[in-house]
C-alpha cells in the first residue's frame, strides 16, 4: 500500500481540469469531472502512450495518440486498439486538498 499523494489544493484545481502526479514511480493522471476527481494510471494499455491532454468526453478519455476510449471511472478500454483496462485509483479531499494513492497492494 502506498501513502496518500497530494496533488492540488482544491481551489486550484476546478472542474475540467487535470494533474499528473508520481505515485511510487507510477504516473497517475487525476482528472477533475463535474466536481468528481477520478485517477487513472497515465500509461495506455495499447502502446504505454501518456494520455497528455487527451479529450474528456463525459467520463471517458480519449488517447491522443491511436484514439482508444477509456472509462475514467472503471479503467475499462471502450474501443480499439486498446483491450485492456486502465488502472484506476481512489482519491480523497482532506484538509482542503486533493489526494490519490495506490490501493493496489493492500
Ligand atoms: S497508445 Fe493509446 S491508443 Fe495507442
Same mark, same amino acid.
Not at 24 to 49: F, K, M, Q, R
Given at each position: =500500500? $502506498?501513502d496518500w499523494i497530494k496533488v492540488a489544493p482544491v481551489d486550484d484545481?476546478?472542474?475540467? /481540469?487535470?494533474?499528473?502526479?508520481?505515485?511510487d514511480d507510477v504516473p497517475v493522471l487525476v482528472i477533475n469531472i463535474?466536481?468528481?476527481?477520478?485517477?487513472?494510471?497515465?500509461?495506455? $494499455?495499447?502502446?504505454? /502512450? /501518456?494520455?497528455?491532454?487527451?479529450?474528456?468526453?463525459?467520463e471517458e478519455i480519449i488517447c491522443p495518440r491511436h484514439g482508444a476510449?477509456?472509462?475514467?471511472? /472503471?479503467?475499462?478500454?471502450?474501443?480499439?486498439?486498446?483491450?485492456?483496462?486502465?488502472?484506476?485509483?481512489? $482519491? =480523497?479531499?482532506?484538509?482542503?486538498?486533493?489526494?490519490?494513492?495506490?490501493?493496489?497492494?493492500?
Amino acid at each position: =500500500m $502506498t501513502d496518500w499523494i497530494k496533488v492540488a489544493p482544491v481551489d486550484d484545481f476546478p472542474p475540467g /481540469s487535470r494533474r499528473v502526479v508520481d505515485v511510487d514511480d507510477v504516473p497517475v493522471l487525476v482528472i477533475n469531472i463535474g466536481g468528481e476527481y477520478l485517477a487513472i494510471e497515465d500509461v495506455c $494499455t495499447h502502446d504505454y /502512450s /501518456s494520455f497528455d491532454d487527451g479529450e474528456v468526453d463525459g467520463e471517458e478519455i480519449i488517447c491522443p495518440r491511436h484514439g482508444a476510449r477509456f472509462d475514467v471511472r /472503471s479503467g475499462e478500454a471502450l474501443c480499439a486498439p486498446a483491450y485492456d483496462p486502465v488502472a484506476t485509483f481512489p $482519491t =480523497m479531499v482532506k484538509d482542503d486538498a486533493v489526494w490519490v494513492r495506490d490501493d493496489r497492494w493492500d
